[in-house]
């Protein structure tokens, strides 16, 4: 069972930033791929960016590449969303995300366990 708790959301003006952390409960933190997504009202749950398990190589959807960074910490059983030049568009539930594997990231039934979210909201 792996616990996972988000912080760091928020309002703020577009072109702000905030960075997201994720706290997760697991033993074994760096063996578990970690993701964001997020899902903003009336439309489905969205990939947004996912760190590899053990490789840590880094994935990102087209609408925050360049804006937004995903980075963890093993020591500290923690993954981060920094972001940046924030949008309107960016504005959703952001949800932190672990799975046991590696492939199809971008879907979210791949992930185990999820969070309970946290609010961005971004003022135009």
């Known amino acids: 069972q792996v616990q996972l708790v988000e912080s760091g959301g928020g309002l703020v003006q577009a072109g702000d930033s905030l960075r997201l952390s994720c706290a997760a409960s697991?033993?074994?933190?760096?063996?578990?791929?970690m993701a964001w997504f997020r899902q903003a009202p009336g439309k489905e749950r969205e990939f947004v960016a996912t760190i590899i398990r053990n490789s840590g190589q880094k994935y990102y959807a087209d609408s925050v590449k360049g804006r937004f960074t995903i980075s963890r910490d093993n020591a500290k059983n923690t993954v981060y969303l920094q972001m940046n030049s924030l949008k309107s568009e960016d504005t959703a539930v952001y949800y932190c995300?672990?799975?046991?594997?590696?492939?199809?990231?971008?879907?979210?039934?791949?992930?185990?366990?999820w969070g309970q979210g946290t609010q961005v909201t971004v003022s135009s």
């Open positions: 995300a672990a799975s046991y594997y590696s492939g199809n990231y971008y879907y979210s039934g791949q992930y185990n366990y």
């Open positions: 697991a033993s074994t933190f760096e063996s578990w791929t």
